[in-house]
């Protein structure tokens, strides 16, 4: 398939990325049995411009040919490149979403932009999303103290060769309120099957809410926690240090959270262990035979294939091959790596015949 988005001298390309397993869902990494990945991403403004949302066309260029040469400079590893999502097909940017490279919102917008994709995707950087950039590590697991280190050394370089917009008082100036003072914003991706089938993952949700936490599907803002995926991220950056949100995160939030689907997971098996292995067994035999899959029954049925893996239920399959099925069976990566766009329908049939190439040893 052609890249229509790609910018030529910055190594690697969506060809390249789309086929593969991202780094960041290899299914390692501390509690990667509950923690999918986590992500720490930075926003951040030039001194100098306006808001986007205020910015002429010109200015909105300047920006991105600006950030666009710092990035590739940088070269985040030797397979690093730099799309031009302006130019790029709706198909692809649809990739760059289902990869947590792009939110909705960059795809959907119009005017000068772009993303820079550091090697194995642990790195990337929008340009001119709602912020001028918001910058992301990822990690497979609960590493968010590896992410923030990586995301601050690249912050560093940013800022040797840019000023950006802040304040004496409130920080780091962002379009948005919420992300004023340190610009961050920390996002865990848990897989929480139990405490979904148990009927507490709300009051779980609830509490976290209550602490002042997003909780939103696997794509963000506006989705819904399909395959039960679920994203929590803080919601509060003014008065408080990246070091403290990222602590609290690492050492309180999410391993009590984890705990929980453990522990529930635990009493699942030991109170019903029949109903259990039936629920594994159907959904093992409909991956394994089914004709035709919709995303949403393929990441439902997945969701329990992964929680039997981890609970050594199923033996003969590795982690990262269902994460890797996660992902390759999305619609945009489904169309993409056959070459051409294609109706729900097919895409169904495709997606089955996938799952059952995958999956059929196992039933």
């Known amino acids: 398939m052609v890249v229509s988005g790609l910018v030529t001298g910055c190594f690697m390309d969506l060809n390249g990325i789309a086929s593969r397993l991202s780094g960041w869902l290899c299914g390692e990494g501390p509690m990667g049995d509950i923690v ?22 010109a200015a909105r260029t300047e920006i991105e040919e600006k950030l666009r040469a710092i990035f590739c400079e940088m070269k985040v590893g030797e397979e690093a490149f730099y799309f031009d999502v302006c130019k790029a097909e709706t198909l692809e940017r649809e990739v760059l979403i289902e990869r947590q490279l792009i939110s909705r919102y960059h795809a959907k917008i119009d005017g000068a932009r772009g993303v820079y994709v550091g090697e194995d995707e642990s790195f990337a950087a929008m340009v001119n999303e709602e912020d001028h950039i918001r910058m992301q590590c990822l990690r497979a697991g609960l590493q968010l103290e590896e992410c923030w280190a990586e995301l601050n050394r690249l912050d560093n370089r ?10 004496e008082k409130l920080g780091y100036l962002t379009a948005c309120p919420t992300n004023i003072g340190t610009g961050i914003r920390v ?101 394994s035979n089914a004709r035709l899959v919709s995303s949403q ?59 059952r190439d995958a999956l059929g040893r196992l039933n």
């Open 158 to 167: 940013v800022e040797e060769q840019v000023d950006y917009a802040f304040d």
């Open 36 to 57: 999918i990945s986590c992500r720490v991403r930075l926003a951040r403004n030039l001194a100098g411009f306006c808001f986007l949302s205020k910015c002429s066309e």
């Open 187 to 287: 996002s865990v991706m848990l897989h929480l099957p139990a405490l979904r089938m148990s009927g507490e993952v709300e009051k779980v949700l609830r509490a976290a809410k209550d602490m002042n936490l997003a909780v939103r599907g696997m794509h963000g803002e506006g989705t819904e926690a399909m395959g039960d995926l679920y994203q929590v991220s803080n919601q509060v950056t003014l008065g408080v240090s990246e070091e403290q949100i990222i602590e609290e995160f690492t050492n309180t939030i999410v391993p009590k959270i984890v705990e929980y689907e453990r522990a529930a997971r635990e009493q699942f098996a030991a109170k019903n262990p029949a109903a259990l292995d039936d629920k594994v067994g159907r959904a093992v035999g409909l991956l």
């Open 297 to 355: 029954e393929a990441l439902h049925l997945l969701s329990h294939v992964r929680m039997a893996v981890n609970m050594g239920r199923i033996k003969n399959i590795d982690m990262g091959s269902i994460n890797e099925l996660f992902l390759l069976t999305q619609p945009a990566h489904l169309q993409y790596n056959c070459g051409r766009e294609l109706d729900a329908g097919h895409r169904d049939a495709l997606r089955a015949k996938m799952l």
